[in-house]
């Protein structure tokens, strides 16, 4: 079977559900019929009130009305036009309209299709177009108003089951409403909270900032020692090499070797106070990369990168200590060889040998010095640019701290908007409840 059919064969059995037995494959005269035989049909069913006439595959053309038969009858002269052959036997003059519709529809529908038509004395109901069953007026009535009783029923519920879901509305939207509200405290809270953080990360973003700064001045005065410290080693790896060069007229330059003596111990001493700053500025670059690292862990995810910065200074400052300390232990050698040359200087002309010797191992140490001093400059430069870029992170810090805070102000906002709006959505669905039950 199609699904067509089916749903026609479904529409059926729903329609035979209240038809009365009574009611279904009503009597029916055919349109050929004569008007005699209509008659005999209507005094066997005294309680039909419209008599069917069909063509010859059974579909309705019309009907003849009980009523209509019985005025006839009751005429005087009725029983004689009966007799009549040319007017007794014929059905046109009493067939008339009757409203027909399919026995599948809903009883609102028939209803409706009843009333279309303008019926008064019942219809006549088909299956497929053939004629199926046939329903006085008052039937009618009853089904219409059995149908607005169900109609009535279904509605009562509905709005039981609107009072309830309205009930559930309103206690959903007022948790609705508690949440957004409670929510748009948090919101605002944790604004507020963000704002206060963002304008201190600002501030020691701007702090590490300026002692990026003054690390860098202080790197940069480094260097310049160091770079003065190279050209004196310099001299130093000249000096000594003359001294070599002259050692066969050591003698005769004997006043001259303790003039030089002199200042070769003035210089280890000016290199021992450099080499002495070098250390202090050391241990003050690492206190202000942990400083800064310290400030970065506050600043959260913000000041990762400038954490990794603060990391590589601290780092350049501990090699700037090491090199500082193998400085002073390379003083300290030089010290103790100019303090022996100077403790020896009354043999000089004994050692004159022994003094080349001592200049050579003098040379290769200042050789060694030189190169080391070379190192601490480099790498001070290095932490020169490695301060400069701390002092560009730290900008970029502030600057986020800033737009940071300025979002924050305006969570803020928005969360004084999502508060207002909560309030709003409780009265609009007091007001919306309000007209439900009104209505």
Same mark, same amino acid.
Request: net charge negative.
């Given at each position: 079977?199609?699904?067509?059919? $089916? ?11 209240? $038809? ?44 003849? %009305? ?47 299709? +009843? ?53 559930? %509305? ?95 111990? /003035? ?38 990168? %400038?954490?990794? *910065? ?34 020896? +200087? ?31 400059? /480099?790498? *001070? ?50 007001? %919306? ?7």
């Amino acid at each position: 079977m199609s699904s067509s059919s $089916l749903a026609a064969a479904e529409a059926a059995d729903s329609a035979d559900r209240w $038809l009365r037995p009574d009611e279904c494959a009503p009597p029916s005269v055919h349109r050929g019929a004569r008007l005699d035989r209509a008659i005999d049909l209507l005094q066997r069913n005294p309680d039909a009130r419209l008599l069917p006439v069909v063509d010859d595959e059974q579909r309705p053309i019309g009907a003849l %009305f009980e009523k209509d038969i019985r005025r006839l009858l009751l005429n005087p002269y009725g029983h004689a036009l009966l007799r009549n052959p040319a007017y007794g036997g014929s059905l046109s003059d009493y067939l008339k309209p009757v409203p027909v519709a399919e026995s599948s529809l809903p009883i609102p529908e028939l209803i409706a299709a +009843y009333r279309a038509a303008q019926g008064s004395e019942g219809m006549v109901l088909t299956r497929n177009g053939r004629l199926h069953a046939a329903l006085a007026n008052r039937r009618l009535v009853d089904l219409a108003a059995i149908d607005e009783r169900g109609r009535t029923r279904r509605r009562l519920a509905r709005a039981q089951q609107i009072e309830a879901a309205g009930q559930r %509305f309103e206690s959903d939207v007022a948790g609705l409403a508690r949440d957004l509200s409670d929510l748009a405290a948090a919101i605002r809270t944790n604004a507020v909270a963000t704002s206060i953080r963002s304008a201190s990360t600002g501030e020691s973003a701007a702090a590490v900032a300026a002692a990026a700064t003054q690390s860098a001045d202080n790197l940069g005065g480094i260097a310049e020692e160091g770079r003065h410290l190279a050209d004196a080693l310099t001299q130093i790896v000249g000096s000594t090499r003359e001294a070599r060069s002259l050692a066969a007229d050591a003698v005769e330059l004997v006043g001259e070797g303790r003039a030089r003596t002199i200042e070769l111990q /003035r210089s280890a001493q000016s290199i021992d106070q450099v080499a002495h700053i070098i250390a202090t500025i050391s241990r003050q670059v690492k206190l202000l990369a942990l400083n800064a690292t310290i400030e970065a862990a506050r600043a959260g995810e913000a000041g990762r990168g %400038f954490a990794v *910065v603060a990391n590589e200074v601290k780092s350049l400052s501990d090699q700037t200590a090491r090199a500082a300390d193998t400085v002073t232990q390379h003083i300290v050698e030089i010290g103790g060889s100019v303090a022996e040359v100077a403790d020896t +200087y009354g043999k000089i002309d004994a050692a004159i040998a022994a003094m080349a010797d001592r200049s050579a191992h003098i040379m290769l140490a200042i050789d060694d010095q030189h190169e080391a001093t070379h190192r601490i400059t /480099r790498h *001070v430069r290095e932490a020169v640019g490695a301060a400069a870029a701390t002092q560009i992170d730290a900008r970029d810090i502030a600057s986020t701290a800033d737009t940071a805070l300025q979002a924050s102000l305006a969570m803020e906002s928005l969360a004084a908007r999502l508060m207002s709006g909560a309030e709003a959505l409780t009265g609009q669905t007091d007001h %919306f409840l309000r007209e439900i039950r009104a209505s």
